[in-house]
């Protein structure tokens, strides 16, 4: 009967304009599930990865934002820009409703968290992708992850010491938090004139880092939106986005700073993959929420910085 209910809440959620502007929002399974939920549909993951096969079956295809095929552009430029949203024309709202998705649920074991922490794999990040015994501790790193299933939010993954909040659906203040990423991506697609949809939600607290990767089975321009609980007091730590130039095969260290929108490209092909990592190294809390944004999207932004 579960998978019978998780049909009919695919067919309502297709007709619907509501139900498809939240679902641009959507960038985990369990989210999926929680809207189900408020409707009225009880189903779980399986049920859901069942229900979902036999829709595509009978009309079309069917993805979240996390399975929607991005197209790629075989002879794109590697590119990357930062801005302050501060300084961004018409980025007012989008700003204020910023602080809306900047949550640290209730629901998130940090005492586990902390305790994940691995220096070692902080290091890591000081490793250049180019390296020639990078592919073994990269091999090494990622072993945690594909021995675990993609749901477990326990801090077993090393790759990912920071928290994903869309996995977190039970906690006091998610239906705040979810009605919030909707209108942020109705006032995003306002800004840019061209759909949006989520691509990650993230909250890094203190000592928190996403290791070296690329992204590349989602190709196209990706947006995020970054900012911090407070500014960085002390100058022996930092708070930095790492990538390696795919040509030049370079390392580049960007410093953070609070209301930082940045835009990078994700490419498919294996010389112009896009090896980057994350590591907020202080006391602060860190938010990061990305955005999969159109081809045009610079010719909505007054100036390249």
Request: proline content about 5%; aromatic content about 14%.
């Given at each position: 009967?579960?998978?019978?209910?998780?049909?009919?809440?695919?067919?309502?959620?297709?007709?619907?304009?509501?139900?498809?502007?939240?679902?641009?929002?959507?960038?985990?399974?369990?989210?999926?599930?929680?809207?189900?939920?408020?409707?009225?549909?009880?189903?779980?993951?399986?049920?859901?990865?069942?229900?979902?096969?036999?829709?595509?079956?009978?009309?079309?295809?069917?993805?979240?934002?996390?399975?929607?095929?991005?197209?790629?552009?075989?002879?794109?430029?590697?590119?990357?820009?930062?801005?302050?949203?501060?300084?961004?024309?018409?980025?007012?709202?989008?700003?204020?409703?910023?602080?809306?998705?900047?949550?640290?649920?209730?629901?998130?074991?940090?005492?586990?968290?902390?305790?994940?922490?691995?220096?070692d794999d902080f290091q890591f990040t000081s490793m250049s992708p180019a390296a020639p015994d990078f592919g073994r501790?990269?091999?090494?790193?990622?072993?945690?992850?594909?021995?675990?299933?993609?749901?477990?939010?326990?801090?077993?993954?090393?790759?990912?010491?920071?928290?994903?909040?869309?996995?977190?659906?039970?906690?006091?203040?998610?239906?705040?938090?979810?009605?919030?990423?909707?209108?942020?991506?109705?006032?995003?697609?306002?800004?840019?004139?061209?759909?949006?949809?989520?691509?990650?939600?993230?909250?890094?607290?203190?000592?928190?880092?996403?290791?070296?990767?690329?992204?590349?089975?989602?190709?196209?321009?990706?947006?995020?939106?970054?900012?911090?609980?407070?500014?960085?007091?002390?100058?022996?730590?930092?708070?930095?986005?790492?990538?390696?130039?795919?040509?030049?095969?370079?390392?580049?260290?960007?410093?953070?700073?609070?209301?930082?929108?940045?835009?990078?490209?994700?490419?498919q092909e294996k010389d112009k993959l896009f090896w980057h990592c994350i590591v907020n190294g202080t006391m602060r809390?860190?938010?990061?929420?990305?955005?999969?944004?159109?081809?045009?999207?610079?010719?909505?932004?007054?100036?390249?910085?």
């Amino acid at each position: 009967m579960s998978i019978e209910y998780c049909v009919n809440f695919l067919q309502e959620m297709v007709s619907s304009n509501e139900l498809k502007q939240q679902m641009k929002a959507v960038t985990d399974t369990k989210e999926v599930i929680a809207i189900g939920k408020r409707l009225g549909y009880i189903f779980d993951t399986q049920d859901l990865a069942a229900a979902s096969a036999s829709f595509s079956e009978e009309s079309g295809s069917l993805g979240t934002a996390s399975q929607a095929k991005q197209t790629s552009c075989p002879n794109s430029a590697f590119y990357h820009y930062e801005f302050d949203m501060q300084q961004i024309p018409g980025f007012q709202e989008i700003i204020r409703e910023l602080n809306n998705l900047k949550i640290k649920p209730s629901t998130v074991d940090l005492s586990l968290y902390e305790k994940s922490f691995r220096e070692d794999d902080f290091q890591f990040t000081s490793m250049s992708p180019a390296a020639p015994d990078f592919g073994r501790r990269y091999q090494e790193v990622m072993q945690s992850h594909w021995q675990h299933s993609l749901g477990e939010h326990d801090f077993s993954r090393r790759d990912f010491h920071l928290v994903n909040l869309d996995q977190h659906v039970e906690h006091p203040l998610y239906n705040q938090y979810f009605q919030a990423k909707t209108r942020m991506i109705s006032l995003l697609e306002g800004f840019f004139g061209s759909e949006i949809r989520f691509s990650g939600s993230l909250w890094y607290p203190p000592l928190s880092y996403r290791l070296w990767h690329t992204n590349e089975t989602q190709s196209g321009w990706r947006m995020y939106l970054i900012d911090f609980d407070e500014p960085n007091g002390d100058p022996g730590s930092t708070s930095f986005f790492r990538y390696m130039n795919p040509e030049s095969k370079e390392i580049i260290t960007l410093e953070e700073r609070p209301k930082l929108a940045r835009f990078f490209k994700i490419e498919q092909e294996k010389d112009k993959l896009f090896w980057h990592c994350i590591v907020n190294g202080t006391m602060r809390n860190r938010w990061s929420f990305g955005f999969v944004v159109p081809e045009n999207w610079i010719d909505k932004l007054p100036y390249k910085s």
